[in-house]
């Protein structure tokens, strides 16, 4: 019982991810669909990202759950249709083609942004009017420090089907995120945002339950027993003064051993990783404009401002000014 606090105080990798992310929903709407009827989107960045909102296409994914009655579900770079029954949710990540319809043989007539621009509120309507199919689905996205995460966990496409473990809690998230688009009473757009940064992470999170054995790269890593060890020290100590030596050392490996294993599941070296999450973590904090330069560096582990200043221009692109000053001339046009 004495160790048990402590092992519940230390910071996984994946909550830690979790922790970092800031999603926003936007262009949710209800598809009200009747046979025979198909749709199509051939690229994401461009059929569903509203004019109004000036989102890079990098910042984008999409979700959609069937709520009701049945369909085929076509992805690009998987061979054969996919049969979706009610309950059934997914999320694809950005430039992923896919095709919906009633039945294999139907061809699609409209594109997802078609149908959306046709639509009276928020719902919309297609279809030949036989065996009717409703979809609840939208955009999503991601503010900048939430993007190299995301990327580690999002592959191309999720679906979990509804008898699959967690989907009850996804479906009630969905269907409580499309009421509150659809009412837009007081604090709806806050309570949207919230509820899709949850729905994200239970998507994610069901995946990851559902085959953490066939994950490649950093989930790999992360359920790999030497490297996850060390990634979960380095994530619960972002600001520790850390060495090869000393991750080395928390996975029980040699120095020399743990640096070509580390390259090789993750694609960097051990200190390109750590100072890429430090500046994930600054963005993080820039973004909350109450802290000093000083407390921001020291929170990620540097002594000084200026050491700190030279880091994330290097891996970011901009000082930490000009940062928040892009960061909020963008929201503020959007």
């Not at 030497?226 to 100590?237: E, F, N, S």
Request: net charge positive; proline share 5%.
């Amino acid at each position: 019982m004495s160790i048990r606090p402590q092992l519940e105080a230390t910071l996984d990798p994946i909550t830690d991810v979790f922790k970092t992310m800031h999603v926003t929903a936007f262009g949710l709407h209800r598809l009200e669909a009747t046979a025979p009827w198909g749709v199509r989107q051939e690229n994401q960045t461009e059929e569903i990202t509203l004019a109004h909102r000036k989102t890079s296409p990098a910042d984008l994914a999409h979700f959609a759950m069937l709520s009701r009655g049945n369909c085929w579900l076509s992805v690009d770079g998987i061979p054969d249709p996919i049969p979706l029954t009610g309950g059934d949710c997914f999320l694809l990540a950005k430039g992923t083609s896919i095709v919906m319809r009633d039945s294999p043989r139907t061809r699609p007539k409209w594109t997802f942004r078609e149908i959306g621009a046709s639509a009276n509120g928020n719902v919309a309507l297609c279809g030949g009017g036989g065996a009717p199919t409703t979809i609840v689905c939208g955009s999503l996205s991601f503010d900048r420090a939430s993007l190299k995460p995301i990327t580690q966990l999002l592959p191309s496409f999720i679906l979990m089907k509804a008898d699959q473990a967690r989907t009850l809690a996804l479906h009630n998230t969905v269907q409580a995120l499309a009421s509150e688009m659809a009412e837009q009473a007081p604090g709806s757009e806050v309570v949207a945002t919230r509820l899709a940064e949850v729905l994200v992470i239970q998507l994610l999170r069901a995946h990851i339950a559902s085959e953490p054995g066939r994950n490649r790269g950093w989930l790999r890593a992360v359920f790999d027993p030497q490297m996850g060890t060390a990634l979960t020290a380095i994530h619960d100590r972002v600001n520790a003064p850390w060495t090869v030596e000393s991750m080395a050392e928390a996975a029980g490996m040699s120095r020399s051993a743990f640096a070509a294993r580390f390259k090789e599941l993750l694609g960097e070296t051990p200190l390109e990783y750590v100072t890429g999450w430090r500046m994930q973590k600054a963005m993080q904090l820039l973004q909350q404009r109450d802290k000093k330069l000083i407390d921001v560096a020291r929170s990620v582990g540097y002594e000084s401002d200026a050491a700190f200043s030279k880091a994330f221009k290097r891996v970011v692109g901009a000082n930490p000014g000009e940062y928040l000053k892009r960061g909020f001339e963008s929201t503020g046009h959007a």
